[in-house]
């Protein structure tokens, strides 16, 4: 069976959630056995080098054509959605998949229904992978005065609207997370299956908690700060957590910050910035580590970070809200925290090597139930089985 999948722009050095994704799904449907081919929207910058054989498409910025398509098709107001329509309408795309002919197409990003118009020609199954419900993702990370802008208003529907089509014309939607599944079910029920980051089943690990030490060590990961939730993040931490865990217990816990561009300077004394980690060099750091903690509080989709951080079996501090509606169970698979003094209080009863190896264990469990390399075959297996709606 031959699968085509397709990519927005988001192959950079800077590896992130969503390429991390893509690039695990191609790996594992090869290892089932399918045969994969790749076509990538392209945009400055990108590295594609990192996606080995690829077809790429470059869409042209003309606000007319927009305008015209977008009036006669509303979803296309979704400028996301706009520049699939145009790769669907162009002449290289449409002599490429005719001559290949799919048996599946598997698009990333709901924004990518346009597409769908290529599969209905050849009788392909069109599934979209969905990283995000995307009016609220873009809604959240607006400012308070962006979001009293009405064009904004106008763009949330645009993009809701985009979401109801992307429904109404896949043949399944491969949701990230529960919260996500949900609201897609009330749309299209039959066709919605959950899909966790594929990326993950590469990263369990055993239990295993550090001997008592006189300082424990906190890691806060973002892949980039210009991303929003995970600046506000970072924020929260170096202004709030950090200060007030080091007057309470001084020199029992030292914080340690990875990710690229962040923005705050004059960090607190029991703060060390990392910057960006190559994923080469990342486990070799973890190992030093003894904590996770995220106070991510808002932003939608599965957090790539924290994920992870459980999968390696750390004890993970997390509000529920950041954790996409999956099951976890507070003190059993992480702490729960919803306040600076919840983060504080959390850290704290980490001081217990009991507890730490507790929540290792539980962690371990969870993901191994939850993120096996197993439990994604059979779902790619469901996915990929199935006949056009």
Known sequence: MKILIITPSCHYKSVGAVQ???????????????????YTIDQPGQDLSLIGEWQKFSPQNNFLLWL???????????????IFYQLSKDKTFVEFFNQVKP???????????PVSAAAVKIGAKFIIRSHNYEPLHFWEELSTIKKIDPLNWFRFLAK??????????????????????????????????LLPLVSLYKNISAPHVSKNKETLNI??????????????????????IAPKVED???????????GSKLPFVNLASNITYMGFVPESEMSKFLYQMD????????????????????????????????????????????IEAHSIDDFVNGIFSL???????????????????????????????QLCKGKKH
């Open 103 to 113: 048996d599946i197409i598997f698009s990333y990003g709901n924004y990518s229904w």
């Open 351 to 381: 001081n217990d090597i009991k507890l730490r190896k507790e929540l290792s264990i539980g962690a371990s469990l969870f993901a191994n139930a939850n993120f096996s390399k197993e439990k994604f075959i059979n779902i790619f297996s």
């Open 68 to 82: 015209k398509a977008a009036i006669i098709n509303w979803p296309l107001f979704d400028r996301s959605a706009y």
């Open 160 to 193: 809701l609207l985009s979401e109801k089509k992307s429904i109404k014309v896949a043949d399944a939607i491969a949701a990230i997370s529960p919260n996500e599944e949900k609201k897609y079910k009330k749309w299209g029920r039959e066709k919605i299956v």
């Open 248 to 258: 309470l217990m001084p020199g029992k816990f030292r914080f340690y910050i990875l």
């Open 291 to 334: 904590i996770g903690a995220f106070p991510v509080f808002s932003g939608q989709g599965m957090k790539q970070k924290i994920f992870e951080s459980i999968c390696r079996a750390y004890p993970v501090i997390a509000p529920r809200v950041s954790l996409g509606g999956y099951t976890l169970e507070d003190k059993k698979h992480f």
């Open 219 to 240: 890691f806060y990961m973002g892949a980039s700060y210009n991303v929003p939730f995970h600046r506000w993040g970072a924020e929260v931490l170096i202004k709030k």
């Open 20 to 38: 991390k994704d893509i690039y695990s799904t191609i790996d594992l449907l090869k290892e089932i056995g399918y045969e994969v081919l790749l």
